[in-house]
């Protein structure tokens, strides 16, 4: 590890978005999708399933009589929509917002216990019984977006009440963890706790955080294990005791240094993954980055979708193997994107890497945003990239793939999951440390850059069009400006001040060190074409297909546009594509382009014939962006189509 | 339903078999399946899973003490070895296994209660409760096979005892199902004591045993629905309410003749169809057949695979919907296979068709004696057309794929079942009415044809080349010689004495009416080149693959002869395939051809890129048989490869 590559993400304080494309969806988040959630969780929503979470912070605070409802991690939901809450109120004035917020947040600290223990399924039924199922019962979980909430908050609004109750909440759990005798020598079941802490340790400075993180995560599959001496204590069942993955569910198997692969659950990986990167950050722990780097690689190269989306099977919301990406039984989890979102930021700032980037952008604008309808109050779980509507209800095996976006689940996590993600967006996009300012990502709005009062303002077509022009304020500066040549890239002009100049590409980066001067101007324009994509010959699924997309996003037939069977067509040989704005959805680019169709008008009634070849005729597809599927009814979606660059001369 | 054209198959009696294909899986059954049976039932395999069967026997017999153990349908276990030892006597004087059949069977009939009700499980666990699980229970079940293996037992050997204990069984089903008030207005759970029953009609001549089969098949399904009252009778839970199929998991949903398309578990659904179209053909029932040929169209037009293979889901063992047909999740029980072979020789004995001898034809030598290998002593209950052995390990929707064949199964209905078809297989061969003799199969042998003493001498290549030479014996004797020209053939010569004969081919058959006398012989030469096969626009699986068949004789790649990777292969456009004869198993035919496989060395690390198109390597391969896979370990196999035939001029 580099001392002089690490840097930080410029936080959404300094970096106010207002280009048409995430304006709108933060724009959104405000205006719709926090009262929504909010509503869900007051049970104010007719027909969605039931939240209660509110309802068991006021009987944990004494405030209401009755019993726990929801799942064990009930009270994450709270947390995550304060949370959102925090990053909202950073950008927009809204007296009203904050009450309810305020309100929710006395709440909170109410129901909290003197010891500072906070959850509200112990709370109400017993605390005798607490910290003795850290497997499965996610206090360790919620406290994580305890502590999440409470420091956007604090950031958000200035407010330390959530912050002191999350220090409080810390400590109690750092009193109960570690290494010392009479502690228990455990680690969450599910993973989020470890980065929570070293974003508390980053607003308090308190090192006990970090250490406890650190504890949390070097412990953590260490022989003999926890979970397997819990279970034997307690006599509980081990519910994975028939999968093949084990203790690697939890990504508990075996220390996080002989992890080689991702494995388990995706979410819980992603978010251990992301705690690791953030602790051997902060402790410039070498092996333990190498086991991030390894980690990475391992989802980006071989188990990640084209779409950003991770995690193939239901079974378990887990990893299953290397190159195995089925694209209709798929999990791909919306949380378990937005945490690859989270980890690859964190590798960011251990060393800038064009990878990690291409990681955030890949995401950002395909299987993450996918999990959200266009007006944001329908959401979807799980994000598939091939969908037949009469397969999810007749085959089993696709019952979990849903082909019409749902009011909210049981198990709510990705709903205010992905609304933290989008009403955090700016920080996803720009780090520094003291000499160097990097764009990795190109949204539209205002950067003070942390030079001084300089700032840059922002203007950008992404991710319809790869025109960015930067223009400096403020105050002379001089620092090093590191500009990302995007993956999906094949060419582009830069130009200083008007004139075109000559940078060199180093690991995809533009790197322009001078002083920056009030007026200073910088002209990027990507090429964006129409690119044709294939997968590794190792992913069987995909072999003989192609996936299109156009700068960062990927897209997909919809069966509104092409009609049914989806599964007949064949992308034709060289085909041009036309890319056109659209109205569609809140405004898009659309493409169009000639395909083969497999046609079964002259093939009659067998099943098989070995006296007939396939025929075809000719249409005109159109394709859009895959993250607005499922917006205008139920329907075939696909993203993968036949490869019809060997139909030369077959037509 | 015409009269004329009803026929009725051949008995085994009649047609002794003697080619090489056929006697030598026969003889497996008799000198190693019956033997390795005969010890799983009595518990001395070693390290498969336990029977307790016979050991169930004993405790209802009152010989011995203790629990009854295994499935609730483990009596049928013994029943179907008992049945495949009656076919097995006809053919082989084997005093030692008589000897040990007689003692089961004396061992059975001492079990059985006063009134005639036989099931170890109600004996042992109280006979209060019989007939209060009707849906589930399997009382019904293993009465069908009680009864078949009576009758195969008479037939095979001349003796009564069984048939007698059969009779009063079935009596005693007669008194207590039925439409009369006081009965149970009831119906097998598990079908397959429908077709029992016209068996043992046919045996005894008595109508009673016919009319409670078309009870059976009438109120099946309808309103109120049985399975439905017994639940709330007795408070059962309904095991299926979350699936989509609900109470057609057992074809009970809606009255058989409102069935329009294959539903619910695949073996129940084609035993009920067998039992269906055996009432309809003896009481003229052209309603019922009617529904019988619609069910059968929708399982071979939209729902079988291409080696026969039928259930695509495990969750139901179920079929799904029509054309879709996943390789690799696939159920395709061996039993379910086997029901479909019963249920087309039943349509074909109500009218002969090219299409259902043409299924026998392609699950007799393929999708069904898939599941036994080559030695007779391991087996697969499911049986895929794509595996991939890691998948089979983590990838929890296809765990039901063994890659290896099994020992024993603890459900253990496969084995016994493939035991008595393949003991049987000569009465799928041939039907036969008082005008006509039909050979739907090529099997070399004699065959007694009915009319006087005359026999066919029958001489045949099959499955391996299509030479047949049929020569008569014995008296002459007028009537119609029909013989079956195969779906799959391309072209064929037919001789008679010698000389080529012009005989109109009609509906996939060519008839000849003469007076046939000893030394008049037939020659048939039917084309057997490889076939390179597609499967209907409709398969989603199938678009853009082939499958290749010689005959009926369907192939596969195995990672054994073809290395890892199979996914990766393309067949080469226009491909010449070279067939020979091979020691490979006990002896096939096995296919080489030139393929294109992609390449992965100059792909890099990245899992998708828009900058190369893939790029493929000149190889050979290497086809087998598809029903002799997994014979030399454990690997990958696939039946569907990429249709290379797209790739002229991108080589």
Redesign the interface.
Known sequence: MEEKLLTEAVPISDYRIDDSFWKQKIDMIHDTAIPYQWNVLNDRIKDAAPSHCIENFRIAAGLSKGEFQGRVFQDSDAYKWLETVGYILKRYQDPELMKTADGLIDLIVSAQQPDGYLDTYYIINGLDKRFTNVANNHELYCAGHMIEAAVAYYQGTGKRRLLDAAIRLAGCIDGRFGAEPGKLHAYPGHEILEMALVRLYHVTGEERFLNLAEYFINERGRSPLYFEEEQRKYGYPFFWKD???QYQYYQAGKPVREQLAAEGHAVRAVYLYSGMAAVAREKRDAGLHQACVRLM?DI???Q?Y?TGAIG?????ESF??DY?L?ND?IYGETCAAIGLVFFARRMLEIAPSRKYADVIERVIYNGSISGMSAEGTRFFYVNPLEV?P??C?????KRHVKPERQKWFSCACCPPNLARLIASISSYASTRNDRQLFLHQYFGGTLRTGFGNSSLQIKSGFPWDGKVAVTVSGETKSYELVLRVPG?C?GYTLKINGEEADVPEREGYLSISRSWAEGDRIDLDFDMPV??????????ED??KI?V?RGPVVYCLEEADNGK?L??V?LNPGAEFAARQDDLLGGCVTLESDVSV???DG?G??????????EFEARRAKWIPYYLWANRGVGEMLVWV?????????L
Chains 1, 2 share one sequence.
């Not at 193939?312 to 378990?316: I, N, P, R, S, V």
């Not at 209800?393 to 095996?397: C, I, T, Y």
Request: proline fraction near 4%; aromatic fraction near 14%.
């Open positions: 999968s093949y993955f690689d980006v190269d071989r990640m084209i193939q099977a239901e079974y378990g299953t193997f195995d089925p039984t037949d009469e397969a209800v007749k085959d089993e095996g999906w094949t690119l044709v994509n294939y997968a590794h010959p190792s992913v069987r072999v003989g996936a997309s069977n599964h007949r064949f497999l046609k079964d093939w009634g067998s099943l098989y014939r070995a006296d007939a070849r396939p036949h490869d019809g660059s060997f139909l030369k001369g077959n």
